[in-house]
């Protein structure tokens, strides 16, 4: 009995906390604030996460590799724009969109990779999501040059409800359907 307590402590405290922050918190602080292993706190956040899932709560836990937020359920996310009615923000672009793929799938890659892969260049796409924080320099390749590595961020997890990048859909499932798509438009 007392261990369930102690376990309901931890998991208000970790609520707390995630509450306070607001922006996502990383995992070694939370670690270090309630004095336990990374591991252990891990495996709460699992607990915590599956329990506010199965409970289809308004708030939900996210947790990523490195970090854990309090997020809103997306199942309510009509209302909360009825209630809100926030201003159009920038969407992004279709090309910045397309870069964003190749880097997701491909991490890490240089600008020249990414053009090679799209067929034009890519420095203001590039230059766009660093700003939306969605990518950001992972290195240089050791090449002549140097040149930057990019990689997606946890923003970029977070923005898309992934808790890592293995729940991207399969690539070689996607572009088979996208090539599917595209013999269908084309004339007979």
Not at 60 to 82: G, H, K, M, P, W
């Amino acid at each position: 009995m007392e261990q369930n307590v102690e376990r309901k402590t931890l998991f208000n405290t970790i609520e707390c906390l995630l509450f306070v922050a607001g922006d996502p918190v990383p995992h070694v602080e939370l670690s270090r604030v309630l004095d336990l292993p990374v591991k252990e706190l891990r495996a709460l956040l699992a607990t915590m996460e599956a329990q506010y899932c199965s409970e289809g709560r308004g708030i939900q836990l996210l947790v990523t590799e490195e970090t854990a937020q309090l997020v809103s359920n997306r199942d309510f996310i009509d209302a909360v724009e009825q209630l809100l009615q926030p201003e159009k923000t920038r969407s992004v672009s279709q090309s910045m969109l397309e870069t964003l793929a190749v880097v997701a799938y491909r991490q890490p890659v240089t600008r020249a990779d990414i053009e090679a892969v799209r067929g034009v260049r890519c420095e203001y796409a590039v230059s766009q999501l660093q700003k939306l924080g969605l990518i950001a320099v992972v290195g240089r390749k050791d090449a002549v040059g140097k040149p930057t590595l990019f990689g997606t961020t946890d923003r970029f997890l977070r923005h898309f409800g992934l808790h890592s990048l293995e729940e991207l859909p399969e690539f070689s499932r996607f572009s088979e359907l996208s090539a599917l798509a595209g013999a269908e438009e084309l004339p007979v």
